[in-house]
């Protein structure tokens, strides 16, 4: 059965800092890696996906890596911000008619300025 | 473009009864996936609707259901609430149901069952 782990759990850094989110699954046989984000009371927000073929994906100040050997994924955060204060989902999707994705339980990231 | 919608924002609703949720996706999209979400058990998959038809179910009791129309709205019914069933009821929508694109979410439906 798929597992998908983040680690922490909660991340606080100053404003300016470089960050990595780490994202964990347990089988390698993944169809591909999607990154959210979720504000407070909110829904989410997609920020990248990487296909099982990929190794990176890189959006602004973003960039989500993929290695499906090791069953992980990062995700860089540079030049941190205050607006960047919210929660990180990692989810992977195990097949391409597969729907159902299985998603960690998120870091929480509060950047202070 | 409108993202996706999802009606109401907020539900207070006693055990034993049932509640209706809807979910109006981006326009253009056919495929409206239900998603669980809870502080204990994280994000949990229900069930996915694409041209009208279930294509994918979770782990969930009978007592979840849905539908799609042929506009390709969505509505999520909960049956003989429990308390356990009170949770943020998310609804994502994509243009298929292929995996290789990326799904865009609503803002959820907050239920409480008291």
């Known amino acids: 059965k798929q597992e998908v782990t983040q680690i922490p759990a909660a991340l606080s850094v100053p404003e300016g800092e470089n960050l990595v989110l780490n994202c964990s699954f347990t089988d390698s046989a993944i169809y591909n890696l999607q990154w959210f984000r979720q504000d407070p009371g909110k829904g989410l927000t997609s920020l990248l996906l990487i296909q099982s073929s990929q190794r990176e994906q890189t959006s602004g100040r973003l960039n989500a890596s993929l290695d499906k050997s090791s069953g992980r994924s990062t995700l860089y955060i540079a030049a941190s911000q205050p607006g960047d204060s919210a929660t990180y989902l990692c989810?992977?999707?195990?097949?391409?008619?597969?729907?159902?994705?299985?998603f960690g339980k998120g870091t929480t990231l509060s950047v202070s300025s | 473009k409108a993202g996706v919608t999802q009606t109401p924002r907020y539900l207070i609703k006693t055990r034993g009864q049932q509640v209706t949720l809807s979910c109006s996706p981006i326009s253009g999209h056919r495929s409206v996936s239900w998603y669980q979400q809870t502080p204990g058990q994280g994000l949990q998959f229900l069930f996915e609707?694409?041209?009208?038809?279930?294509?994918n179910k979770g782990n969930f009791p009978g007592r979840f259901s849905g539908r799609q129309f042929s506009n390709s709205r969505s509505e999520m019914n909960v049956s003989t609430l429990e308390l356990g069933d009170s949770a943020l009821y998310l609804c994502?929508?994509?243009?298929?149901?292929?995996?290789?694109?990326?799904?865009?979410f609503g803002n959820g439906t907050r239920l409480t069952v008291t």
């Open positions: 989810a992977v999707l195990l097949n391409q008619a597969g729907t159902a994705l299985i």
């Open positions: 609707y694409f041209s009208e038809t279930q294509r």
């Open positions: 994502a929508s994509r243009p298929t149901n292929f995996g290789n694109s990326p799904l865009h």
